[in-house]
């Protein structure tokens, strides 16, 4: 897919896989009108370095604060989300779980539920407008009749489970797009993963233990998203490596 200049010269558009990550705690307690960016400061839970990305969202029902190193928290009554792009940088460079860490630590009293560890990795299609799709209904199921009903090609998704010996994990393969400068979409396959660890069998005074670990596990999880994307799925593609992309994941 190409953009067109003012001189008619078309340039490549520059496309990359994009991949995020997100560490989703819930707690019957949780307040977002305690999320700001002072409160993260103050109590040491973020460096006094960091500068906002954008102006933050506070309100009672929900509550959003960016960072310009791509670090953002979201509060619900019942739920806070870390989220960080991947991109290209190395998993020691992801702040989220340290942070995560250091969230839970300040509030130790909060009732936690669970915690849900969950990588995203969305993979372009530049060359076909329904890449996406003809990939899933021709790699990844068995062809049949129920495929060849209506009036355009079918679409269709992968929920899938699989039981880990730590935790169980939820895959999701889904089309999606990705929106381009020019205004124009490029077909893309989405891969979401959630490693999810209950804590609600647990007796309180463990909890705070078995969340921390929880936590701890983000290296292990994502290193097995990573695998059976590989290894399961996209062994015989070969994928385009380009420059980071903006991150079109839902925040």
Known sequence: MTMTSDTNTKTPLEIREIQEMAIAISAKNFNPTMLSEEFLKFSGIIDQDWELGKKPVLGTNISQVTFQN????????????????????????????????????????????????????????????????????????????????GQSSVQAGLNLLYQLDRCQ??????????????????????????????????VQAERLEQLSQAINNWESDLKDFQEIVNQRFLAARQTQQTPEAQSVFPS
């Open 169 to 202: 994990l939820s895959l999701n393969i889904n089309e999606a797009k990705i929106s381009m400068p020019d205004k124009s979409s490029i077909s893309a396959l989405l891969f979401s993963g959630n490693f999810n660890y209950s804590l609600t069998n647990v």
């Open 70 to 149: 791509g670090v953002s928290i979201v509060v619900q009554p019942r739920n806070i989300t870390f989220m960080q792009a991947i991109g290209t940088k190395e998993t020691s460079e992801l702040k989220i779980p340290s942070v995560a860490q250091k969230y839970v630590s300040k509030l130790p009293n909060a009732e936690y539920q669970g915690v849900s560890l969950s990588p995203k990795r969305l993979i372009p299609f530049p060359n076909t407008q329904d890449g996406a799709r003809e990939y899933i209904t021709k790699n990844l199921l068995a062809p049949g009749s129920w495929q060849e009903f």
